[in-house]
């Protein structure tokens, strides 16, 4: 019966062992908690990413095919003109709001 009750002992001192492994060690519940989320911002930027790919892929294709799509993009951003277009330029103000001569 001694040795019964020895038993006994040692298994719920392993029993809390274990569970206060699982409650506060290195490896425990909080940090497995933590890993949850850091796999879902993961997933969500993996995904952002994705369609972001997708987006300059899109716009990659316009750029080789698309020739009017160029041209907008080059008055744009590079103000360029085609014959017979009117071009208007304006005098920027000085730092007082009164007109450059």
């Known amino acids: ?6 038993l006994s002992v040692v298994l719920l001192l ?8 699982a409650l506060v060690g290195e490896h425990a519940i909080p940090h497995l908690i933590g890993l949850r989320a850091e796999r879902e911002d993961l997933g969500r930027t993996a995904f952002t ?13 316009r750029l080789k095919k698309d020739d009017l799509y160029l041209e907008q993009l080059a008055r744009q951003q590079l103000g360029l003109v085609k014959p017979g277009d009117v071009v208007y330029r304006f005098r920027r103000a000085t730092r007082d709001g009164r007109p450059r001569r």
């Open 14 to 21: 392993a029993i809390a062992t274990v569970t206060a492994s």
């Open 49 to 61: 990413l994705l369609e972001q790919n997708a987006r300059l892929r899109e716009e990659l294709a």
């Open 1 to 6: 019966m001694a040795g019964g009750r020895v």
